[in-house]
């Protein structure tokens, strides 16, 4: 072979070798060296690889499945409290809640001693059909007994709910009828109500009360202004106590009612979400309606999106306690089994640009989980001197009033929680049920009788009389809560109001109870006051 001929085969000759090499070294590598996976540069390579060990080799058989579904909500919570994880029963759950609609049965139920006790039918709902009544209770399904521990809630929802068309046949005990009913229900679409009362709460006033943000929810605030506006109302209260919140769209639409054009109601912004702004297009029905908004510590996401836009923009007045503090945006992630994660992806900022996002420590933080309670301990819910407001995050509303950011919305007029004839005995007969297992039992004997009251105040007028202080307390004595007559007495106003609110509740429902309620509430009762006055809408603050 010529000289020439050699230089052209060496570097051939040199890649044999090399390949050569690196595949005897992997095979002593992957031989040798305990079962080592390939070069892992990724973190999520390294789970993947972790997953597949143990499927591998773990000493004992591992349901992989199970394992993941335990991993997924541990991996979230290392973000922050909201981003979080659904299984696919949890997740359809969760949206029915927000559509506005489920296929059940169509009834309202508690459980009391082991057994469904039927509250309340749905009109038009396929229960109210077959006949079934308010007084029921519910002691068979599909031909099995269903009384006693196995009874739960989540267990009666899952035998009660199903898809539409499909068939439930319940056994029911009606007081007063010998022997078991038999009822053969089709299931149907249950409407779920987001606006839990809409009424004029005097003769130039309206109140509407709104549980949570759904996708109805906007199309039933509207229903709800129109019936106020053909009762001639000068002035609306918007009542977000409780409201965990739900869809920022709805409460951007419903926002929007009440602004003239042009004006910020939120923005949201992220790591890898850009800026993006919402604003009203000025087609709102209401621009002008003086506005009052009340707000608790249960007022969480879409309502403090809803109050601080209002706040920002002096368009109403907010009244009560400070609100929850979720300033994060939650984007659903559906995977193929049905289940889904929450991703916090972005924090939703007021107009004036606070963040109201209370602080966090990511991981499992057990301080956030316990704020509420803090916040009660320290004596915020009855004192706004005891609110330390961040002056670091100081910003300025649209005719220059200060808000400040770090931790929620704080009302324009603060409302302590009233604690007027609070005693150890009324804790006890709340903490116990006893309030409400008398207030059904209560019901279930005398509902002939109640049925003849059509409004809160005639039913009230008629429980006035029927002594039922006396008769509580010798019931909840049956049930170890030793009568105390001096702590009794002492909180018989707001005892009285507990009783009687829960029969007019059991019986003419929801709205009916908060026109009962909100007679007595402070909160309520100094929104009426801003209205009354004409100072709904904020006044700038004077120049110094």
């Given amino acids: 072979m010529t000289t020439n001929n050699k230089n052209r085969l060496m570097p051939f000759l040199l890649a044999i070798c090399m390949v050569a090499g690196i595949l005897i070294g992997t095979f002593y590598a992957n031989h040798f060296s305990g079962n080592k996976l390939g070069i892992i540069n990724t973190s999520s390579n390294k789970l993947n690889a972790l997953l597949r060990i143990i499927d591998d080799q773990y000493v004992d058989s591992v349901n992989m499945a199970d394992l993941v ?24 759950a969760a949206n029915a809640d927000l559509k506005g ?22 009109a038009g709902g396929p229960s109210e059909k077959v006949g079934l009544m308010a007084g029921d209770r519910i002691v068979e399904v599909n031909d099995t007994a269903f009384v006693g521990k196995i009874v739960t809630n989540q267990e009666s929802m899952r035998r009660l709910k199903g898809e539409k068309g499909s068939k439930v046949k319940i056994g029911v005990y009606r007081p007063g009828e010998k022997g078991i009913l038999h009822f053969t229900i089709v299931r149907g679409d249950i409407p779920v109500q987001s606006i839990d009362a809409t009424y004029m709460i005097n003769d130039k006033f309206g109140y509407v009360k709104i549980n949570k943000f759904g996708e109805t929810t906007y ?20 009542d977000l106590r409780g409201n965990t919140g739900g869809y920022m769209a709805a409460a951007i639409q419903m926002v929007n009612e009440f602004l003239p054009n042009n004006r910020l109601i939120v923005y949201t912004e992220g790591r890898k979400s850009p800026r993006q702004d919402y604003a009203s297009n000025g087609t709102g029905s209401s621009q002008k309606l003086p ?28 009244i009560g306690r400070r609100s929850f503090g979720k300033g994060l945006v939650q984007q659903p992630i559906e995977f193929s089994d049905g289940s889904a994660i929450r991703l916090t992806i972005a924090r939703y900022y007021t107009p004036s640009g606070r963040c109201i996002q209370k602080p966090y420590a990511k991981g499992n933080d057990a301080e956030y989980e316990m704020d509420i309670i803090t916040r009660y301990e320290h004596g915020e819910f009855f004192s706004a001197d005891s609110i330390k407001q961040n002056k670091e995050e100081t910003y300025y509303t649209s005719i220059g009033r200060p808000v ?11 409302v302590p929680q009233d604690t007027t004839g609070m005693t150890s005995y009324y804790r006890m007969a709340v903490t116990k049920g006893l309030i409400a297992r008398f207030s059904l039992d209560y019901t279930d004997k005398n509902r002939k009788v109640l049925q003849e009251y059509s409004t809160p105040e005639q039913m009230e007028a008629y429980l006035k009389k029927q002594n039922l202080l006396e008769k509580f307390a010798s019931y909840a004595e049956k049930r170890d809560l030793k009568r105390r007559n001096i702590l009794m007495y002492k909180s018989k106003k707001i005892l009285d109001e507990a009783l009687y609110g829960n029969i007019i509740y059991n019986m003419l429902g929801m709205e009916a109870y908060l026109q009962y309620m909100n007679q007595s509430d402070n ?14 809408f904020p006044k700038a603050p004077q120049k110094k």
């Fill in 69 to 92: 579904e335990d991993a997924m909500p541990q991996i979230l919570e290392e973000l922050d409290p909201h981003s979080s994880y659904f299984s696919a029963k949890d997740q359809e």
């Fill in 101 to 122: 609609s489920f296929s059940g049965i169509g009834i309202q139920f508690t459980i009391q001693d082991d057994t469904i006790h039927v509250n309340n039918v749905i």
């Fill in 219 to 238: 199309p039933e605030l509207l229903v709800a202004l129109a019936k106020l506006n053909q009762k001639n109302c000068e002035g609306l209260i918007i």
């Fill in 291 to 318: 506005l009052v908004v009340l707000v608790d510590e249960g007022s969480a996401s879409a309502s403090e999106i809803f109050a601080g836009a209002i706040q920002d923009n002096d368009r109403g007045t907010i």
């Fill in 404 to 414: 400040y950011g770090g931790g929620g919305i704080m009302p324009d007029i603060f």
């Fill in 523 to 536: 909160t309520v009762l100094k929104a009426v006051e801003v209205l009354e006055n004409g100072d709904s």
